[in-house]
């Protein structure tokens, strides 16, 4: 619940960027879908968006640059549109 106020505080204020950790955990499923919904359509209006996360499917569909960490360190940076998820999985894999 204290993620859905938190981001309904944010549109509310219309932020022109969000810091998201794990934004869909404890979510239900239509619920996780709906925000992603959300999420997309507010980078449309050109909200910058970071968001951590180890749901890598919700951030191939989310995202446009992908960042992959390993032990605090930016180890892998792609394009989201250059992977398939299967391959962005074994991306993941490789590098953590």
Not at 2 to 9: E, M, Y
Not at 28 to 54: C, G, R, V, W, Y
Not at 58 to 71: D, F, S, W, Y
Request: hydrophobic share 50%.
């Amino acid at each position: 619940m204290r993620q859905k106020v938190g981001i309904a505080i944010a549109l509310s204020k219309k932020a022109k960027a969000l810091l998201l950790d794990e934004p869909t955990s404890g979510l239900d499923p239509k619920a996780a879908n709906e925000f992603s919904n959300i999420l997309i359509e507010l980078a449309q209006q050109k909200t910058a968006i970071l968001m951590a996360t180890h749901d890598i499917f919700r951030a191939k569909e989310i995202a446009h640059q992908i960042g992959i960490l390993n032990a605090g360190n930016l180890v892998s940076q792609v394009e989201a549109a250059s992977l398939t998820a299967l391959e962005l999985e074994e991306l993941y894999l490789q590098t953590v």
